[in-house]
């Protein structure tokens, strides 16, 4: 990375490639990315910027391939998850924390809240 490059992009470059290695693809990614910010209650409210600024351009393309289509097919609710799934999910994210090296990234309280 550049001179030119700040510590956000460093920080969302890290967190589309974490996020990456867990999913199989970067739609899938968005896909869940999408149902967690914006239909779970406790997040509708809270920033999006790690699923802007990591997958921006493929919830643009969603959006703009949504406004040509009547019927948008509806997501799927936050209480309807598929547990086995999520748990798999979950132990791959273990998996892969416990093979990352410990290179800590700054994250300031601001960005946090």
Aim: aromatic share 10%; glycine share 4%; with cysteine.
């Amino acid at each position: 990375m550049g001179k030119k490059d700040s510590q956000y992009d460093v920080f969302y470059h890290m967190c589309g490639k974490t996020i990456m290695n867990i999913f199989d693809s970067r739609e899938e990614a968005v896909e869940y990315l999408l149902d967690m910010e914006y239909l779970q209650r406790e997040n509708e409210h809270k920033s999006k910027n790690i699923l802007w600024n990591c997958f921006g351009d493929l919830v643009y393309n969603n959006i703009c391939n949504n406004l040509c289509y009547t019927n948008v097919r509806q997501r799927r609710k936050h209480y309807e998850t598929n547990i086995v799934k999520m748990k798999k999910i979950e132990d791959k994210a273990v998996e892969i924390m416990k093979r990352i090296p410990d290179n800590s990234v700054e994250v300031y309280k601001g960005e946090i809240e």
